[in-house]
């Protein structure tokens, strides 16, 4: 599946994480749910019939509401990014990525250790 995953745009994620939150929405929903300036109906109309596009949303009609909906799951999206930043930034190595985190102390040795202990269990 994740050969069919796009990577999506700073506005795109933004607004899938919306419907990812609320599992099914309305454009209006979206735009309530937005923080800061509100964009107008007509720009997150757009950024979700992209989406649709990019095959992460589908949608229902109720008359002429649409009801959109995930096609592609948080989870399976994080896996695609991760991979990907491990990919570009990384060089394919997750141990060279969980080290620059524990070098930039984003994640400290116990929190590790913790993590490991809790894979194992």
Do not use: C
């Not at 509401?65 to 990384?90: A, M, Q, R, W």
């Amino acid at each position: 599946m994740n050969n069919l995953i796009q990577k999506l745009t700073k506005a795109e994620e933004e607004i899938m994480q919306i419907i990812w939150q609320l599992e099914k929405t309305t454009v209006s929903e979206i735009i309530s749910k937005l923080k800061g300036d509100k964009p107008p109906h007509s720009t997150i109309s757009s950024i979700v019939r992209i989406l649709e596009k990019k095959g992460f949303v589908s949608h229902k009609a109720f008359g002429r509401t649409y009801e959109y909906f995930p096609i592609i799951n948080k989870d399976s999206y994080s896996k695609f990014s991760i991979k990907n930043l491990v990919k570009g930034y990384f060089e394919g190595s997750t141990q060279e990525l969980v080290s620059f985190l524990v070098k930039e102390e984003e994640v400290d040795l116990d929190e590790l250790k913790s993590i490991i202990n809790n894979m194992k269990s």
